[in-house]
């Protein structure tokens, strides 16, 4: 009895040994990916295709990052101007990836698109580059 106990504690605790590294594997190549797209390297599996995504969605997202876009990169500008959105890539429907710029500095941001109320998005930034 304490032999099959023995058996099955250690046969779960290797289950889960495998799934974390599996989940940190599956992480890892996410990431790489997100990579690709920001550095502009050759990616042979897209993630989207934009033309796929309804132009009314697509233009009321980007109508709406554009107006917002101060509040969206919540950065101080060094010697005064305004942030204004150079490109704006969606990378899936919910994942947009957008260069941003004052004439003196750039930067970059990875949006998770939450939701969509009303004339609001709610949003969550994965990654920023300064």
């Known amino acids: 009895m304490i032999g099959k106990k023995?058996?099955?504690?250690?046969?779960?605790?290797?289950?889960?040994?495998?799934?974390i590294f599996a989940a940190f594997a599956h992480m890892n190549s996410r990431l790489s990916t997100i990579e690709r797209f920001i550095h502009g390297l050759p990616n042979k599996a897209p993630v989207t295709i934009e033309q796929d995504i309804p132009e009314d969605?697509?233009?009321?997202?980007?109508?709406?990052?554009?107006?917002?876009?101060?509040?969206?990169?919540?950065?101080?500008?060094?010697?005064?101007?305004?942030?204004?959105?150079?490109?704006?890539l969606f990378l899936s429907a919910n994942?947009?990836?957008?260069?941003?710029?004052?004439?003196?500095?750039?930067?970059?941001?990875?949006?998770?698109?939450?939701?969509?109320?009303?004339?609001k998005i709610k949003y969550k930034i994965l990654w920023k580059s300064e």
């Open 6 to 19: 023995l058996l099955l504690s250690a046969t779960l605790t290797l289950i889960l040994i495998v799934c």
């Open 57 to 88: 969605y697509r233009s009321f997202i980007e109508e709406y990052l554009q107006k917002n876009v101060e509040n969206i990169v919540k950065r101080k500008h060094p010697v005064g101007g305004k942030w204004i959105i150079t490109k704006r």
């Open 95 to 119: 994942t947009m990836r957008l260069d941003y710029e004052d004439g003196h500095e750039l930067g970059q941001l990875i949006l998770a698109i939450e939701d969509i109320r009303e004339d």
